[in-house]
């Protein structure tokens, strides 16, 4: 299955180039207080292959016609891997606009970080770049959706609580500060173009991803190439704390990362997932915001049309 979210909190099962609404299969009154997660993640996790089937003879719309939201509407967590693959480790340290004088050599001496959950936007938005005079990149990357609670699990238990796949661009103020401040900015966390569940990817460490900016091929790999592979990553993140289901997982990102700016046009491409175009906004951040706070800063959840 490939659950997407649309127009402002719908849901739909994407077949091929149409979607399926599947909205009115969820509860939509969360018990109270809500349970840690995301509520939408949890449901479909307790459906599972009975919303395809539920859905079926549902009427269809052209994926065309609607806009794509964050897949995961209300992360708990945003936890984002450094320095996982070899050769974004040596570019980092080839390039200082990169590295700022740190040294890598893996990712346990540095830990996970986590991204806020406020950065969180959805392909058919903007990414509204901040700073005019500092650089922001793309990095494109794999990102885990946790389906089940996690705690301690082992290696060979991971990808049991896995709920599927989307594709992650973990956009990154370069500079000397905390990971966790400077990949936090609104919009800096790119989420699509939909959920592509487990059971269609038994093995998340075999595929290629890919980024294109304008045209121009940035960056090309295989998660096989994953210093610290998705079991790896949530067996590690487990033993510090508990995952809930809708957590993601930006696995990290290869070589090639460099530096967007506005008016660009990010391609993200990984197999089996699909693609999501990604625009970046003309206007920089600080420039005035339209009288609703502008599209990409306005928060998903005000603007519910049901
Ligand atoms: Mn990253």
Redesign the pocket.
């Known amino acids: 299955m490939k659950l997407c979210r649309f127009d402002h909190d719908h849901l739909g099962l994407v077949l091929g180039e149409h979607l399926v609404e599947v909205t009115d299969l969820f509860d939509r009154t969360p018990p109270w207080p809500a349970a840690p997660g995301d509520w939408i993640v949890r449901q479909a996790v307790e459906m599972g292959a009975e919303l395809a089937v539920r859905a079926a003879g549902s009427p269809k719309t052209p994926l065309g016609d609607v806009r794509l939201e964050s897949p995961v509407a209300s992360p708990g967590k945003i936890i984002?891997?450094?320095i996982n693959y070899r050769a974004h480790i040596e570019e980092a340290h080839a390039d200082q606009g990169i590295g700022f004088g740190r040294s890598f050599a893996d990712l346990k001496e540095h830990g996970l970080f986590l991204k806020a959950s406020s950065a969180l936007i959805g392909p058919s938005e903007e990414v509204r770049l901040r700073f005019p005079e500092r650089r922001s990149d793309h990095?494109v990357?794999l990102v885990a959706v946790i389906g089940r609670e996690a705690s301690q699990v082992s290696r060979e238990r991971a990808l049991d609580h896995v709920f599927g796949y989307a594709i992650g661009l973990?956009m990154?103020v370069r500079g000397p500060e905390w990971p966790v401040f400077r990949?936090s900015a609104d919009t800096y966390a790119v989420l699509g173009p939909w959920i592509v569940t487990a059971d269609e990817i038994p093995d998340p460490n075999g595929l290629d991803l890919s980024l294109r900016v304008n045209g121009e091929l940035r960056q090309s790999a295989n998660t096989r190439q994953l210093i610290y592979d998705v079991q790896a990553l949530i067996e590690y993140a487990s033993s510090f704390y508990t995952l809930h289901p809708g957590d993601l997982i930006?696995t990290?990102?290869p070589e090639g990362v460099s530096q967007v700016r506005p008016g660009d046009v990010m391609d993200c491409e990984i197999g089996a997932i699909g693609r999501m175009h990604v625009g970046v906004a003309k206007a920089w951040f600080s420039q005035a915001p339209a009288a609703d706070g502008g599209v990409a800063a306005r928060p998903l959840k005000t603007a519910r049309s049901y």
């Open positions: 984002g891997a450094p990095e990357e973990d990154t990949k930006y990290g990102t």
